[in-house]
């Protein structure tokens, strides 16, 4: 990014190649370390590392990069962000990153997805457990993300004062740890996934007050959706390696992390269509209940944990 000339095909490039190769080094690839690690406690861990302290570590660099631009450019700038790659999180990554030894202690047989041993990514696909997990999680996520890129206009279609907007797009970034956190909590503790259904009601609660446009509604209503979406997006890793195992969870979690991906991109340009169409956000708006009401009524039905066999889990 440092060399950029001005070429616009340089910069797409670039940025194609950066894509995929963060992801490489992201939540995929740290999501079947941590779960090696801990088992009772995987869903608080698996929150803190990629959840809070992503976002807690995104801020602060926003910040280092602010200020390291305005102090010796964003040419520069570039090549110290690279530097402390190669630098700090390489070497750290390369004596420190690994896996835990793969062993089951009998306490933990019981234990609802301990199994070390995982199910193979083609019965992992074609599981009702995959396809559950993941319809109820990018439909949450869908909508979540369509509202909040859309906000301001449709704040500004309902009277909304543009302070008010502020704040509560404030409120739906910050809350996103703490929420990732209680859901990973609630996650370790409720041996049935189905009762996790009330996180996924979360967004539903808070589009629905935000419907009544009161300022108070909105900034509540805003906060709650930016704390089930966080918490939500949180658990898919959870979910990935409770029903599936572990030898294969990057494949699995890769593959989900890419539909959940892909469906943050569709929300905002389907509900753009359909303001398009109608010529305001309020026609809408029932689509967006309606696929919050669907995502929770899914993963109300979310089949339960598989148990240890001998070292071997079912789908």
């Not at 990514?121 to 439909?139: E, I, K």
Request: net charge positive; hydrophobic share 55%.
């Amino acid at each position: 990014m440092s060399f950029l000339n001005g070429s616009l095909v340089m910069l797409y490039v670039v940025s194609a190649l950066m894509g995929p190769l963060a992801a490489t080094c992201g939540p995929v690839g740290l999501a079947k370390v941590v779960s090696s690690w801990f088992d009772r406690s995987r869903g608080v861990a698996l929150s803190a590392i990629l959840g809070g302290s992503v976002a807690i570590f995104t801020a602060l660099m926003l910040v280092v990069a602010r200020a390291l631009i305005i102090e010796i450019g964003w040419r520069e700038t570039y090549l110290v962000l690279a530097g402390s790659i190669v630098l700090i999180a390489l070497p750290v990554s390369y004596f420190f990153l690994r896996e835990a030894p793969h062993s089951v202690s009998p306490s933990m047989a019981m234990m609802p997805g301990s199994a070390v041993e995982g199910v193979k990514p083609t019965a992992a696909f074609t599981s009702r457990a995959f396809w559950t997990v993941m319809l109820s999680s990018t439909l949450v996520c869908a909508s979540c993300s369509g509202v909040v890129s859309h906000f301001v206009p449709w704040s500004a279609e309902r009277a909304v004062s543009p302070g008010i907007a502020t704040f509560a797009l404030t409120l739906y970034s910050l809350v996103g740890p703490f929420a990732a956190l209680i859901a990973g909590a609630a996650a370790d503790r409720l041996r049935r996934p189905g009762m996790l259904a009330i996180v996924f009601m979360v967004p539903l609660i808070g589009f629905l007050a935000m419907l009544t446009s009161q300022d108070w509604a909105v900034i509540i209503g805003l906060t709650m959706m930016g704390a089930g979406f966080a918490a939500v997006a949180g658990l898919l890793p959870f979910f990935t390696s409770r029903y599936f195992g572990l030898a294969n969870a990057s494949t699995i979690f890769g593959v989900a992390i890419g539909l959940t991906t892909l469906s943050l991109g569709i929300g905002p340009v389907l509900l753009g269509v359909l303001r398009d169409k109608w010529g305001a956000y309020a026609p809408g708006s029932p689509i967006v209940v309606g696929a919050l009401i669907l995502g929770a009524v899914l993963a109300a039905s979310l089949p339960p944990y598989p148990r240890s066999n001998g070292g071997e889990t079912s789908p």
